[in-house]
């Protein structure tokens, strides 16, 4: 094992999958140079590897970003491009909702359309609200696309790997958040498969189900929550869309207790499709009521305290797991 974080994992997918298959290649907004300079980022030194033909730094428009994926995959390519901040997903939305999400489907699945769009995602960088706004919930509504949101360095690895071998659009989410922090990763070559959840703690009392940043805020509670005799069973999605419904429901089954934890705002976040999931396929087994802990429906703040508040906590957590046990 090898101890890196998100940002070099993501590095280390990109690279192997290049030198395995040359017909992958990347383009994006800085992708070869300025905040990529750090050896903690995820194209880290890829431009000097592969060379601008296979390392693209392309002007400051996401709609021409999604548009050259969609055009390099028809022709069988297979791009990885990257938008910088989730937000601006809504700049490339026509290309991947209109175009890459339905192309598949148009050819009666007869053709391939591989391409991953890489997203920036996560606030707590001071960077206001035009750039720290999750919308996994947007594009896990768009039939045709897979979502990928890992919470570690090894399962963005394995699950990047995947995402660039699938012969359909993959939307692939990393926190920014993840990008410093190392972690244990496998350093042999490995995949993991798309729309296959974690288990990531067993426990008896509570299911708590979560993805991406959230995962390390779950694991927080973990402690306090043992002291008063609580034991928490935390699942990470990994996979947004397809959905692990199995790996859900059997630990709702066996808790009897559901508590949802996403960065994302509430009203319409994915929380709420699990918590639908739940009552349509698990109600018999809930002891009491589902409780999604998320992100109030505000704008993300610029100002530092603010943004601490607008962001889930363990404390936040700790509470609602107490409150349903209570119940």
């Not at 300079?37 to 730094?57: A, C, H, I, N």
């Not at 976040?269 to 699990?274: D, L, M």
């Given at each position: 094992?090898?101890?890196?974080?998100?940002?070099?994992?993501?590095?280390?997918?990109?690279?192997?999958?290049?030198?395995?298959?040359?017909?992958?290649?990347?383009?994006?907004?800085?992708?070869?140079?300025?905040?990529?300079?750090?050896?903690?980022?995820?194209?880290?030194?890829?431009?000097?590897?592969?060379?601008?033909?296979?390392?693209?730094?392309?002007?400051?428009?996401?709609?021409?970003?999604?548009?050259?994926?969609?055009?390099?995959?028809?022709?069988?390519?297979?791009?990885?491009?990257?938008?910088?901040?989730?937000?601006?997903?809504?700049?490339?939305?026509?290309?991947?909702?209109?175009?890459?999400?339905?192309?598949?489907?148009?050819?009666?699945?007869?053709?391939?359309?591989?391409?991953?769009?890489?997203?920036?995602?996560?606030?707590?960088?001071?960077?206001?609200?035009?750039h720290s706004h999750n919308l996994e919930a947007w594009a896990a509504h768009c039939p045709g696309l897979k979502v990928v949101m890992p919470g570690t360095a090894a399962d963005a690895k394995g699950l990047l790997k995947s995402a660039i071998r699938d012969d359909n659009p993959v939307i692939f989410i990393e926190d920014m958040g993840l990008y410093f922090f190392p972690t244990p990763v496998p350093e042999e070559d490995y995949t993991i498969p798309i729309g296959v959840a974690d288990v990531k703690k067993p426990g008896r009392?509570?299911?708590?189900?979560?993805?991406?940043?959230?995962?390390?805020?779950?694991?927080?509670?973990?402690?306090?929550?043992?002291?008063?005799?609580?034991?928490?069973?935390?699942?990470?999605?990994?996979?947004?869309?397809?959905?692990?419904?199995?790996?859900?429901?059997?630990?709702?089954?066996?808790?009897?207790?559901?508590?949802?934890?996403?960065?994302?705002?509430?009203?319409?976040?994915?929380?709420?499709?699990?918590?639908?999931?739940?009552?349509?396929?698990?109600?018999?087994?809930?002891?009491?009521?589902?409780?999604?802990?998320?992100?109030?429906?505000?704008?993300?703040?610029?100002?530092?305290?603010?943004?601490?508040?607008?962001?889930?906590?363990?404390?936040?957590?700790?509470?609602?797991?107490?409150?349903?046990?209570?119940?």
């Open positions: 094992m090898q101890n890196i974080s998100m940002g070099q994992a993501v590095a280390q997918a990109l690279s192997e999958e290049m030198r395995r298959d040359p017909s992958v290649f990347m383009a994006g907004e800085g992708i070869g140079v300025g905040i990529h300079d750090s050896p903690l980022m995820p194209t880290y030194g890829l431009l000097q590897e592969f060379g601008p033909g296979r390392v693209k730094d392309t002007p400051v428009s996401e709609a021409v970003i999604a548009g050259l994926a969609v055009g390099a995959s028809v022709l069988g390519l297979r791009p990885v491009v990257e938008v910088m901040f989730f937000p601006f997903f809504t700049l490339a939305s026509d290309q991947i909702v209109n175009h890459a999400a339905k192309l598949r489907y148009l050819s009666g699945g007869k053709s391939a359309f591989p391409m991953v769009v890489r997203i920036k995602a996560g606030a707590g960088f001071g960077a206001g609200c035009q009392d509570v299911t708590v189900v979560t993805w991406s940043k959230m995962l390390g805020t779950a694991f927080k509670a973990v402690g306090p929550l043992a002291k008063d005799g609580i034991d928490i069973e935390i699942v990470d999605l990994r996979t947004l869309l397809p959905l692990d419904k199995e790996t859900i429901l059997n630990s709702v089954r066996k808790t009897g207790r559901l508590v949802v934890l996403h960065e994302a705002t509430r009203t319409g976040g994915f929380g709420g499709e699990i918590a639908a999931l739940a009552a349509e396929e698990a109600f018999e087994a809930l002891k009491a009521p589902v409780k999604r802990v998320t992100a109030p429906d505000i704008p993300v703040p610029f100002s530092p305290p603010l943004e601490k508040f607008y962001l889930p906590d363990e404390a936040q957590l700790i509470q609602a797991i107490k409150d349903i046990v209570k119940a």
